[in-house]
């Protein structure tokens, strides 16, 4: 027997998911030997994406941070926060494709920028990530 596919929701929502700290003994991308590094959950970067706010800009690099220094780290994983903030915006794809409103979801387009390599994953394209940033203003240079 085959098994199904777990969808988008189904992996953002995983039960048994458990953020881990992990002091690391040699350097790992952006991070150096003996920091201490958050691995997050897929929850977790849901809850960080949801609470960004309308017309504002978020970074995967400052949810990095601001994650790590929730959790009592110096650093947050910078493979798994990518994979999940991808998780995040499949998941919130699937729920707009099933009628849940645009309120409802968590707003990826604001911290996924349309030519990263997040963006280029995306299984929906990059149509409706560009709509949405041009509908909150989130590309346009800032006045000085």
């Known amino acids: 027997m085959a098994t199904r ?8 929502e995983l039960a048994n998911a458990l953020a881990k700290k992990e002091v690391l003994a040699k350097g790992f991308a952006d991070i150096p030997a003996g920091a201490t590094m958050l691995v997050p959950t897929p929850k977790m970067v ?18 990095r941070k601001d994650l790590a220094a929730a959790h009592g780290a110096q650093y947050s994983c910078p493979v798994t926060s990518g994979i999940f903030l991808r998780t995040v915006a499949e998941a919130a794809w699937e729920e707009l494709q099933a009628g849940k409103k645009l309120h409802q979801v968590a707003p990826f ?34 006045a000085k």
């Open 109 to 142: 387009w604001r911290i996924i920028p349309p030519g990263s390599p997040t963006a280029k994953k995306l299984s929906f394209g990059t149509d409706f990530l560009l709509e949405m940033r041009a509908k909150e203003k989130l590309d346009m240079p800032k």
């Open 5 to 12: 596919k777990k969808t988008w929701v189904e992996k953002r």
């Open 46 to 63: 849901d809850a960080y994406v949801r609470q960004l706010a309308d017309g504002i800009a978020g970074s995967l690099a400052q949810m």
